[in-house]
T-cell receptor, first 112, second 109 residues
Framework: IAGITQAPTSQILAAGRRMTLRCTQD?????MYWYRQDLGLGLRLIHY???????GKGEVPDGYSVSRANTDDFPLTLASAVPSQTSVYFC???????????FGPGTRLTVL | GQNIDQPTEMTATEGAIVQINCTYQ??????LFWYQQHAGEAPTFLSY??LDGLEEKGRFSSFLSRSKGYSYLLLKELQMKDSASYLC??????????WGAGTKLIIKP
């Protein structure tokens, strides 16, 4: 692994289904983030984690949950997907809050 | 509320110079980032300003005025590969990034 990876690359999901988006980084960064990007709205923060074992809510947390059991992994779970969660999801990591964020390649999610 | 404003779209000619502006109103300020994002790809870091003034990095420069809540990204000697969206983001008092919607830059031959 080099940098930050996400899986799956894309997914089509039926409404009401549960889905976990995976994110792994090998840079030993303390902080990790989940964003969604929708046309015309820019990146919006869903959840973040400043260090392993802690998480926090971002701007648009409803319908999503995260966990940070270790430094490397930061999965995002949609408990019961809805069509409004159709978006491109980016995971990112950084050394600290005001340091450069490195982004994964993104997951394109469609909820029907 | 917190707000980052950038033009939605700009067009420029190959070889020319373009300036992309960003104005912000945020709860606190701990720095400003510019990222580049090509269509279908992830954002990548371009520059970071925390003090007033101009930071130059090759063909790209970024300027910050904290008193005016204003920044710009200057791209010189434009190349076709510079066609992308340019995202302005401010680090607020909680050390969270507040993102603008991005400026789509179209380069014409």
């Amino acid at each position: 692994i080099a940098g930050i990876t996400q899986a799956p690359t894309s997914q089509i999901l039926a409404a009401g289904r549960r889905m976990t988006l995976r994110c792994t980084q090998d840079m030993r960064h303390n902080a990790m983030y989940w964003y969604r990007q929708d046309l015309g709205l820019g990146l919006r923060l869903i959840h973040y984690s400043n260090t392993a074992g802690t998480t926090g809510k971002g701007e648009v947390p409803d319908g999503y949950s995260v966990s940070r059991a270790n430094t490397d992994d930061f999965p995002l779970t949609l408990a019961s997907a809805v069509p409004s969660q159709t978006s491109v999801y980016f995971c990112a990591s950084s050394d600290s809050g005001n340091n450069e964020q490195f982004f994964g390649p993104g997951t394109r999610l469609t909820v029907l | 509320g917190q707000n980052i404003d950038q033009p939605t779209e700009m067009t420029a000619t190959e070889g020319a110079i373009v300036q992309i502006n960003c104005t912000y109103q945020t709860s606190g300020f701990n720095g400003l980032f510019w990222y580049q994002q090509h269509a279908g790809e992830a954002p990548t870091f371009l520059s970071y300003n925390v003090l007033d003034g101009l930071e130059e990095k090759g063909r790209f420069s970024s300027f910050l005025s904290r008193s005016k809540g204003y920044s710009y990204l200057l791209l010189k000697e434009l190349q076709m590969k510079d066609s992308a969206s340019y995202l302005c983001a401010v680090v607020d008092s909680n050390y969270q990034l507040i993102w603008g919607a991005g400026t789509k830059l179209i380069i014409k031959p």
